[in-house]
Antibody, heavy 123, light 107 residues
Framework: QVQLQESGPGLVKPSEILSLTCSVS??????????WSWIRQPAGKGLEWIGR???????DYNPSLKSRVTISVDASKNLFSLTVKSVTAADTATYYC???????????????WGQGTLVVVSS | DIQMTQSPSSLSASVGDRVAFTCRAS??????LNWYQQKPGKAPKLLIY???KLQNGVPSRFSGSASGTEFTLSITSLQPEDFATYYC?????????FGQGTKVEIK
C-alpha cells in the first residue's frame, strides 16, 4: 500500500522560505509512469495545484507560483520536497503531496494523497 | 489555464436521495476529468477517473458521465458517509486545475 506523509514547520515568517518534504512508502519516487505532486488548499477554499516532479527530475509548475517554487527529489531517502520562497499570508494553507498516475491516453489522476500539513505564514 | 466550473456550489439532500452535479470545462479536455471527495480535515479521495471509471473500492452508487465539456457526478441512494465536498479536476494539460467544489449537505 502506497503512503505519502508530509512534514515540515507549521509556522513560517513572512518573506522567509517554506520547506516541506513528502516521504513515500510502498513505492519508489524513481518509478516511471508517475508524477510526484504538491497541491495546497487555503482554509475553507478550493484546491490549487502547485507543481510536479517526474522521474528523471523534470518539473512542471503552476505559472502563478513558478517564480517562487522548487520541487526536488531525494531518491536515496525516497522523498520529494517543496520549497516556496518569499512567502506571504496568502501562502497560508494545508499542503498536500500526491502521486499522479500517468497512463498517457488513459488519463492521469491524483492517488494517493498525503494527509496534509497546515502551514501558517505569520510573524 | 483551463477553468473548471462546478454547479451548484452546494446542495441539500436526504439519505436515500439521488443527486447529481456538474463540472464544466472552459475548453476541450476530452475525457480527462477526475472527481474527488473530501471530508472535513481529510485529504481528497479519488472517486472517478477519466470521466467515468470507478476507482477501486468506491461504491457503485457513484458514477460519472461526460457530454462535450460538461461532466456529471451522480450518486444514487445517498448514504450518510456521502455528505462531503466534491471536486472535479482536469488532467488534460498543465497546470492541473480543480473546480471550486460542490458541498453536499444533509437536508
Amino acid at each position: 500500500q502506497v503512503q505519502l506523509q508530509e512534514s515540515g514547520p507549521g509556522l513560517v515568517k513572512p518573506s522567509e522560505i517554506l520547506s516541506l518534504t513528502c516521504s513515500v512508502s510502498g513505492d519508489s519516487v524513481t518509478r516511471g509512469d508517475y508524477y510526484w505532486s504538491w497541491i495546497r488548499q487555503p482554509a475553507g477554499k478550493g484546491l490549487e495545484w502547485i507543481g510536479r516532479l517526474y522521474t528523471g527530475g523534470s518539473t512542471d509548475y503552476n505559472p502563478s507560483l513558478k517564480s517562487r517554487v522548487t520541487i526536488s527529489v531525494d531518491a536515496s531517502k525516497n522523498l520529494f520536497s517543496l520549497t516556496v520562497k518569499s512567502v506571504t499570508a496568502a501562502d497560508t494553507a494545508t499542503y498536500y503531496c500526491a502521486r499522479e498516475r500517468d497512463l498517457g491516453f488513459e488519463g492521469n489522476w491524483f492517488d494517493p494523497w498525503g494527509q496534509g500539513t497546515l502551514v501558517v505564514v505569520s510573524s | 489555464d483551463i477553468q473548471m466550473t462546478q454547479s451548484p456550489s452546494s446542495l441539500s439532500a436526504s439519505v436515500g436521495d439521488r443527486v447529481a452535479f456538474t463540472c464544466r470545462a472552459s475548453q476541450f479536455i476530452s475525457n480527462y476529468l477526475n472527481w474527488y471527495q473530501q471530508k472535513p480535515g481529510k485529504a481528497p479521495k479519488l472517486l472517478i477517473y477519466t470521466a467515468s471509471k470507478l476507482q477501486n473500492g468506491v461504491p457503485s452508487r457513484f458514477s460519472g458521465s461526460a457530454s462535450g465539456t460538461e461532466f456529471t457526478l451522480s450518486i444514487t441512494s445517498l448514504q450518510p458517509e456521502d455528505f462531503a465536498t466534491y471536486y472535479c479536476q482536469q488532467s488534460y494539460t498543465a497546470p492541473r486545475t480543480f473546480g471550486q467544489g460542490t458541498k453536499v449537505e444533509i437536508k
